[in-house]
């Protein structure tokens, strides 16, 4: 039983919503496991950042994935590292080491690459045949490519990801959330294009990544306490639970938590 139960509102998310994506930038075992003592079930995805599980013990990578399904976390590499498979024309081998590795998703994004689409198609199959949870990436790395992108694109995108069996997809927004995706310079929501994408599919299939503060309490607002977030840091994993709730001055008494 929690602290203070008697004014903790509780969450009703539906099957598949409500989820929170955390960015694992290279955290040791005992940090993890120390993260998910106090805040675990309140972490559904954890992402092993663009290439950093490639840069580490393949043991220490199995224990750390372990750690994560035990708390029943869902851990997957990041998209970039993905994309160095495609470009190495090793995306069996990778597919291989992940499952392994025992990542239980895998992300296909083409933020510093070109896929053609007929191909991302096929891939999305091909991982999806591999047992693997699909998440696709919306969005360029490179805020001049993204800004190539209209609205109407991603949302293109996003549909068509999503009838080729992705089961989830990432907007992007990098870890800074400045200048890129949905954000202005500041980053600042662009309400008008946020509104085409939210609008245009099924949003409980949607990670907003939303890594400062202030876009996570804009979406919490937005769409309810139930809406997908992703490139959370670990250490505000807790804080933006309390803000899901309602548990903070951002959203106190104006969340909507079913």
Known sequence: ????????????????????MMLDKGMGPV?????????????DLAKFGWGTSAIHNKELIQEKVEIYHSYGINPYP????????????????????????????????????????????QII????DNGFLVITEVGKKDPAQDHLLTPEK????????LKSG?????????????????????????????????????IKKIIWEAPQKNQQAYFILKFGANVNLGNIPPDEITALETMRLGLRGDTLGKVNLG
Do not use: C, W
Request: charged residues 35%; proline residues 2%.
């Open 154 to 161: 991603r949302l293109e995108i996003v549909n068509r990801d």
């Open 125 to 128: 199959s091909r991982v999806k």
């Open 166 to 202: 992705a089961e989830l997809v990432l907007m992007e927004a990098r870890e800074g959330g400045k200048g890129i995706g949905l954000f202005d310079d500041q980053g600042v929501v662009k309400e008008d294009e946020l509104k085409i994408l939210s609008e245009g599919t099924d």
């Open 1 to 20: 039983m929690n602290a203070f139960n008697f004014l903790t509102p509780q969450r009703n998310p539906k099957t598949g919503t409500g989820l929170t």
């Open 78 to 121: 990041g998209g970039t590292l993905f994309e160095i498979a495609y470009l190495q024309d090793k995306f069996d081998e990778f597919l291989d080491e992940a499952d392994k590795l025992g990542f239980g998703a895998v992300e296909i994004s083409d933020g510093t690459i070109e896929i053609p689409s007929d191909e991302r198609e």
């Open 31 to 43: 940090h993890v496991i120390d993260l998910l003592e106090i805040s675990g079930k309140y972490v």
